[in-house]
């Protein structure tokens, strides 16, 4: 079924594992990212950015979303990823979204608080958690290029968990969306000492192109939800320019989604395994 974020954070939290989250850009992603969960057995979120809401719209989504999830005994969440305005946070909630994220992180300290505040106080009344952000993650996420790269402050996240009332949060601590020119960065022991003082689950962008040991560690250390995006589009993409290569003949879109779900489908169960969320559905 479709249900919020709340719950499968939480236990992820409780037990050690993190959720995985699946940016998806059509039906085709969307029954990929489940078939992976139902095979595993394990909680989902699917995920869209602001410029998959403009290419698909919010209320297209949801209804691919809801159709599916309705199918399967897995807990399926849908969530805005980088939800950035206020406005568009509100339209996912009312359109049928399941979580939200509100990317205050470009804003100052003071001004990520308030807008962040502001969706919470909207999404308390409709029962649907909120992630924020705070510290900046590093690349291009969506169409925005991250300027500087900063990692989360501790005692700042702790007073903004406090002060927003946010369900989850996401923290810098070297990844950066896309994939990594070198070999990524990462501060470690920062996730645990956050974890130390912040209550919420916190949340680990960039993943795409991080090492296996690099994301077992960070959950082990105390991400709750790790996001995937880049390797989807290319695993499907790549799976796509390879049929057509060994079949020029091929038009039917039929036979380019199922070869593109196939690859998708097999990326995200790697990943699953790699969160630990696997069996706990
Ligand atoms: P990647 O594109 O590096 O997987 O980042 C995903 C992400 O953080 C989506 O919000
Ligand atoms: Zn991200
Ligand atoms: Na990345």
Known sequence: PLVTSEKM??????????????????????????????????????????????????????????????????????????????????????????SVMIDGSHEDFENNIAVTKKVVDVANAFGIPVEAELGKVGGKEDDLEADTDTNTDPQEAKEFVERTGVSSLAVAIGTAHGFYVGTPVLDKPRVSAIKEVVDVPLVLHGASGLSEEDVRECVERGMCKVNFATELRVAYTDAVKKLLEEKPETFDPKKLGVVAMEAVKEQVIARMKMCGCDGKA
């Open 9 to 98: 954070l939480l236990d992820a939290k409780k037990d050690g594992y993190a959720v995985g989250a699946f940016n998806v850009e059509n039906m085709e992603m969307v029954k990929a990212v489940i078939a992976a969960a139902e095979e595993l057995n394990a909680p989902v979120m699917l995920q869209t950015t602001p410029s998959t809401v403009k290419y698909g719209t919010l209320e297209t989504f949801a209804g691919i979303v809801k159709a599916e999830a309705a199918k399967t005994k897995i807990p399926v969440c849908l969530h805005l990823d980088h939800g950035n305005s206020f406005e568009l946070a509100v339209q996912a909630m009312k359109a049928g979204y399941t």
